[in-house]
């Protein structure tokens, strides 16, 4: 009897890896493609009249949250590729819809409808018109617009200056973009007085430090005869870049060039962004991970990252034993930008062998 129970203990061990595998393969394949896009907040109205049609109404509501989502993820040129779209093909892209709210007053119907896109064939659908769509994050920047009137040799930073009043006005859902205005500081304005000839090239690291923000935007806004030039200063994750760009507006104190010059330059600021967060979706990077099975809260947490990681296209187990969990996965990039992707979830991985696996 001891012997046998001796012997019968490996075939235990190994029949609850098996059951242990099966039940995290099963927990697993739901998760198999990424997260939807989740749109909410699609208010539509239409007049209660004898025609009424309500599936019109959902169609419309369809479609809006399809273009706001574009706007959200595609750059303002690669929009203009997308114009409409035929119904059949928008719902093919619907994973579900919820009516948040629905109502009649004076004879009008209101809808709020919420709508959850499919990533994977929104990712399609814009690849075969050659748009590389962005992850949507948002993201808060310090921002300092200063106007310098290069005729008086004169700046303007906080109480004169109508883009730093007027900025946050009018504020647009599909922005990603946070804006964290400066606060009014003598001192401040004092060093950037100080700097005045050399203000293109003059970094404001000692007024931008002040702020609990590792990335800004100062734009210099100068003000001449001809025109407006701007010259943004992006710095993010420590790198900087310089756009220049040139506007034919001259007053300033004209409340509708103004408003159009702040939605000109939130748009270059925007696009930019998008930039950073591009998904060439056109790499198709192949790999093979295995994980441990000895922790299954590991395995657990690595399918949550990876669903959290938008550059994953998919991921499925392929196999399992009594040691290991394998996991095949589709990464629209880079080994290195995987791996750097990664390691900001604090995985460390071995590459040795065609299998990578976690150290």
Not at 62 to 83: P, Q, T, Y
Request: proline letters at 2%; hydrophobic letters at 40%; a positive charge.
């Amino acid at each position: 009897m001891i012997f046998k129970i001796k012997k019968s203990i490996p075939k235990i061990l190994y029949i609850f890896f098996i059951l242990l595998s099966l039940n995290i393969f099963f927990f697993s394949t739901d998760k198999i493609f990424a997260k939807s896009f989740d749109i909410e907040n699609i208010d539509i109205s239409r007049p209660f009249e004898m025609n009424f049609d309500k599936n019109q109404v959902i169609n419309e509501g369809f479609e809006r949250a399809f273009f706001e989502l574009i706007s959200l993820i595609v750059s303002s040129n690669d929009r203009n590729k997308i114009n409409k779209i035929k119904l059949n093909e928008l719902k093919g892209m619907i994973e579900s819809f919820s009516i948040q709210e629905e109502k009649f007053i004076n004879e009008i119907y209101y809808v709020n409808l919420g709508v959850s896109f499919n990533k994977k064939k929104i990712y399609k659908y814009l690849e075969e018109r050659n748009i590389f769509p962005s992850i949507p994050n948002r993201k808060k920047f310090l921002f300092i617009p200063i106007i310098i009137d290069e005729n008086k040799k004169d700046l303007l930073i906080f109480d004169k200056n109508e883009i730093l009043k007027n900025w946050n006005i009018n504020l647009e859902k599909t922005h990603l973009i946070e804006y964290i205005l400066p606060t009014e500081d003598l001192e401040d304005l004092d060093q950037i007085k100080k700097n005045y000839e050399i203000i293109e090239q003059y970094d404001f690291k000692e007024v931008t430090s002040k702020y609990n923000l590792d990335d800004s935007i100062v734009s210099l806004i100068f003000r001449d005869n001809d025109g407006l030039r701007v010259l943004s200063r992006i710095t993010y994750n420590k790198n900087e870049i310089i756009k220049n760009k040139s506007f034919p507006f001259k007053n300033l104190d004209d409340k509708d060039q103004i408003n159009k010059l702040i939605k000109e330059l939130k748009l270059v600021y925007e696009d930019h962004w998008k930039k950073i967060n591009q998904i060439n979706t056109s790499i198709k990077l192949l790999l093979n991970i295995k994980i441990s099975n000895k922790n299954n809260k590991i395995l657990s947490d690595f399918e949550k990252d990876l669903n959290d990681l938008d550059l994953i296209n998919y991921f499925f187990i392929t196999k399992f034993d009594k040691d290991h969990t394998y996991y095949q996965l589709i990464f629209n990039g880079t080994p290195s930008t995987f791996l750097k992707k990664m390691e900001e979830k604090n995985y460390n991985f071995n590459t040795q062998n065609k299998t990578w696996s976690i150290r």
